[in-house]
Nanobody, 121 residues
């Protein structure tokens, strides 16, 4: 069974940094795009950053210049380095990936359970 597990969330002061990591495990044939989303209380889930399997990156305007997404295809991992964090970055951050499991002919979207990021002012 395919799983995504995030790590690296926590409490940080404004201006600080955090690095989120996500590992995909299970019987995986291949992974296409991977990404990070976030959901703040009372708000819809939104894309933070995504990275394709040819390392094309896309960032939300709100995090451009402050965040860097990267992936390790050999390890099936994706990371999000977040700098200059602000209180408005407080949210649950979710890892997302389009994965083709072994023995399956198509890709499906998978989500992690989320990791809390809290930025204090």
């Amino acid at each position: 069974q395919v799983q995504l597990v995030e790590s690296g969330g926590g409490l940080v002061q404004a201006g600080g940094s955090l690095r989120l990591s996500c590992a995909a495990s299970g019987s995986i044939r291949s992974i296409n795009a991977m990404g990070w989303y976030r959901q703040a209380p009372g708000k819809q889930r939104e894309l933070v950053a995504s990275i394709s399997n040819n390392i094309s990156r896309n960032y939300a305007d709100s995090v451009k210049g402050r965040c860097t997404i990267s992936r390790d295809n050999a390890k099936n991992t994706v990371a999000l380095q977040m700098n200059s964090l602000q209180p408005e970055d407080t949210a649950v951050y979710y890892c997302e990936a389009w994965i083709r499991p072994a023995g399956v002919s198509s890709y499906a979207e998978y989500w992690g359970r989320g990791t809390q990021v809290t930025v204090s002012s």
